[in-house]
Nanobody
C-alpha cells in the first residue's frame, strides 16, 4: 500500500529556512520520480519541484534557486530544502509519486510570517 508521510513544517520568519521530509512506503523512491506540491489557503494545489529517477531536478519558477529536492534511498525518504522563504510560500506541502498515486499524505504546514 502506497503511503506518504510528510513532516518538518512549522512557523518561520521571512528569509528563513526549513527542510521538509516525505517518508514513503509501498515503493522505492530510487525507482520513481517524485514531486512536491503545495496548497495555499483558498488556492488550488500547485506543483513545486520534481526529482527524476536518474537524479535530475525541475522546479517551478516561483521557487527556483531557493528550494532543493533530494532523496535518501536508504531511508526511502524525499526532502525539500527551502531557503530564503517568503510569505507567499505559506502552504500545506505534499509529496507524490510520478505518475501520481491515488493516495495523498496529510501534508505538512509551512507558515512564513514575521
Amino acid at each position: 500500500q502506497v503511503q506518504f508521510v510528510e513532516s518538518g513544517g512549522g512557523l518561520v520568519q521571512p528569509g528563513g529556512s526549513l527542510t521538509l521530509s516525505c517518508a514513503v512506503s509501498g515503493f522505492s523512491v530510487r525507482m520513481n520520480a517524485m514531486d512536491w506540491y503545495r496548497q495555499a489557503p483558498g488556492k488550488q494545489r500547485e506543483y513545486v519541484a520534481r526529482l527524476k529517477r536518474l537524479g535530475t531536478t525541475n522546479y517551478d519558477d516561483s521557487v527556483k534557486g531557493r528550494f532543493t529536492i533530494s532523496r535518501d534511498s536508504t531511508k526511502n525518504t524525499v526532502y525539500l530544502q527551502m531557503n530564503s522563504l517568503k510569505p507567499e510560500d505559506t502552504a500545506v506541502y505534499y509529496c507524490q509519486s510520478v505518475p501520481s498515486s491515488p493516495s495523498w499524505g496529510q501534508g505538512t504546514h509551512v507558515t512564513v510570517s514575521s
